[in-house]
């Protein structure tokens, strides 16, 4: 802002209700800048108001700080709004009629998402030949629910030179190698319509009331340039048309040394010097070498690794991408430079590796540096009571995707499919990891799970193993303060909303508000009112609730029509 733009007047909020630890039931506050000045009740901002404010009256809305997306990927998430749908998709014939229906309109590849055949009759993807007919000859490519595997025409495929590179199937799927040429074929934009599909994505996840994001790039998701470009888009407003979320910059790139690590650093900082024009000041640059450093692959394209075979594979145990030496090389290294490390690890096999090379790197770094790093795995799907002891003594944070259980646990689920009903039952261990002691950061994966936060703590409370639910409230702090923790923002009180915290908060038209315990999970003393705890919004019922603003450090960065 330039020294001649005129000051922020204060905005006094009222007649609602605020999720402050600072007083359970507030009704008001006061935001003054970039900072709450004041939280209190109704009768108290009455004597508080004058000319000097602008006042903005709730209207029985919930004003609560607002939600930190620990693990996403921004371009496809934006891809997956403006191309092809296929989530919804309840058939094979369903995705090549819609594929057919898109290849009618426009020009270039046909590009979708989404489709998951686990839950179709059919139990197999589009082949390259029915791609072929469907779309009239034109190109396709339509990545699977998880992005680990995909699909593509006969067309693209020679073109592409599949046949001869590695994770080609021969029948139109593609993993591995062949699934990374696709991506980046898919994937090359010029600065335009990347700016562009980054504004989308930011704009989007600000109307549901998300704050910032962590952003898991890696080589095999989207360039390098991607990431340099979304942040001086989101953090610094390169090509940007207003305020958005916040970006929480992660590379996954594996390195050996502290001196490959800083290397890594330095490369981000000069790409995002030359589009500043200036070098990058401290906390600018990278969070860490973590996110998408796969250590495995994914349950639905069956590599994820497992100790035993898949149920409908037996003659696979899924892919291991790393060995416990270069875990433990990594960690080292980003421990030595300051870093956070982490991985993707989704298979208990793949667990198994993560855990071994934490105790390799505790011996390589020492235990007290290792634990003070602060790194983090992503998802940790398969893990048992032995492993969630070993996080817990490494001081481990798990960014762990809640929406997984939601749409793949259950009977029937692609979990009991790939992996049979004993292993499904004991996928994504929520409350497990709380029990020990882990710290625990909630995200969606997307473009795999929709950005829906209170969808997100909904499937924390309705867990389908039932010893594995948490709290709303629990599950709500684990996606705002929690998510800053564990991205170790700067600011201690970034994510909770009480005089002299940042005035980081969404407002929420909700039906009812009170404080839920998962069934069978807490104690009544808990839900009580004489407990004084924050009441959030009541997610039993069909309809969630529904952002009207969204505000970071005083800014706004979405406001609704109608409020």
């Given amino acids: 802002m ?87 998709a309840g058939s094979l014939q369903e995705v090549l009629d819609a594929v057919a229906g898109a290849a009618r309109t426009g020009h270039g590849v046909v590009l979708g998402s989404g489709w998951d055949e686990s839950a179709w009759p059919e139990r197999r993807a ?123 910059p992660y590379r996954g790139e594996l390195v050996r040394t502290a001196a490959q690590a800083r290397a890594v650093v330095e490369r981000f900082d000069a790409a995002l010097a030359e589009l500043l024009g200036r070098p990058p000041r401290r906390g600018e640059s990278l969070v860490g070498l973590a996110g998408d450093l796969c250590v495995d692959g994914a349950l639905g394209s069956r590599t994820a690794a497992l100790r035993a075979p898949y149920a409908d594979e037996p003659s696979s145990t899924g892919d291991l991408y790393l060995d416990p030496d270069a875990v433990a090389a990594h960690l080292a290294a980003t421990t030595e430079a300051g870093l956070q490390g982490g991985f993707h690890v989704i298979g208990d096999a793949g667990m198994d590796t993560v855990l071994d090379g934490l105790d390799r790197a505790a011996q390589l770094v020492g235990e007290r540096a290792l634990q003070g790093a ?33 749409a793949w646990g259950g009977p029937g689920g692609l979990y009991e499919q790939r992996l049979g009903v004993a292993r499904a039952a004991a996928m994504n261990p929520l409350a497990s990891f709380y029990r020990a002691g882990v710290p625990v950061a909630l995200g969606s994966d997307a473009p795999v799970v929709p950005l829906s936060p209170w969808d997100t703590v909904r499937a924390c409370l309705e867990h389908h193993d039932p010893e594995q639910r948490i709290s709303a409230r629990a ?76 505000v970071l450090d005083g800014v706004e960065l979405f406001r609704s029509e109608d409020f």
């Fill in 2 to 88: 330039s020294s001649t733009a005129p000051a922020r007047r204060p905005v006094l909020y009222r007649n609602g209700s605020v999720y402050s630890p600072a007083d359970p039931f507030a009704t008001a506050v006061l935001v003054d800048g970039p900072r709450v000045a004041w939280v209190g009740s109704e009768e108290a901002a009455r004597s508080l108001q004058d000319s000097s404010m602008d006042v903005v009256d709730l209207d029985g809305r919930l004003l609560a700080p607002g939600f930190v997306d620990s693990h996403v990927h921004l371009t496809e998430t934006a891809l997956a709004l403006s191309t092809l749908d296929l989530t919804a």
């Fill in 126 to 248: 589009p082949t390259a030949q029915e791609l072929d007919r469907a779309a009239g000859g034109r190109e396709v490519y339509l990545t699977r629910i998880d992005v680990h595997s995909g699909v593509v025409s006969a067309s693209l495929a020679r073109r592409l030179g599949l046949a001869t590179v590695e994770g080609w199937l021969g029948d139109g799927r593609v993993e591995h190698l062949a699934h990374d040429r696709v991506r980046a074929a898919a994937l090359d934009f010029d600065a335009g319509r990347r700016a562009e599909l980054h504004r989308l994505g930011l704009h989007h996840a600000a109307a549901q009331g998300y704050v910032a994001l962590a952003e898991a790039n890696a080589e095999q998701v989207a360039p390098f340039e991607d990431l340099v470009h979304l942040v001086a888009l989101a953090n610094h407003g390169v090509r940007a048309e207003g305020p958005t979320p916040r970006v929480l």
């Fill in 374 to 406: 602060g790194h983090r795995l992503e998802h940790a799907e398969m893990i048992d009571p032995e492993g969630v002891e070993r996080l817990a003594r490494h001081a481990v944070t798990v960014s762990v995707q809640p929406g997984f259980d939601a």
């Fill in 475 to 550: 599950a709500f702090l684990a996606s705002t303060r929690g998510a800053w923790r564990a991205a170790r923002h700067p600011d201690p009180m970034q994510g909770q909303l009480a005089p002299g915290t940042p005035a980081t908060f969404a407002v929420w038209d909700v039906e009812a508000l009170m404080v839920q315990q998962a069934e069978g999970t807490g104690s009544s003393w808990s839900t009580d009112p004489r407990a004084r705890t924050p009441l959030l919004p009541a997610l039993d019922g069909t309809s969630l609730p529904v952002c009207r603003q969204t």
